[in-house]
């Protein structure tokens, strides 16, 4: 069924993420940021931040200004910085 299928394309994700491909950990980052309910990912910043922060290390210009959006809203473990956020 069609949620099944879509539970195998974030396993997919998060392993690609977790090895290292960028764009997985943009999507995973998003996935965390917002929350995805129906397959049972609740919104969790901290894992958010670490994809984000795991592809902005590696120059992704997405997960750089996802980091700059939570630093903005001082989600995560990120206090409130605007002067950070605008780096």
Excluded: P
Excluded at 50 to 58: E, G, Q, R, T
């Amino acid at each position: 069924d069609r949620v099944a299928e879509e539970d195998d394309v974030v396993q997919y994700f998060k392993y690609n993420a977790d090895t290292g491909d960028q764009s997985a950990q943009v999507t995973m980052g998003t996935l965390y940021l917002e929350g995805y309910k129906v397959h049972d990912i609740e919104r969790n910043d901290e894992l958010a931040q670490h994809y984000f922060h795991m592809a902005a290390l590696d120059g992704d210009t997405n997960a750089i200004a996802y980091l700059g959006y939570m630093y903005l809203k001082g989600r995560g473990t990120l206090a409130q910085n605007n002067k950070t956020a605008m780096e």
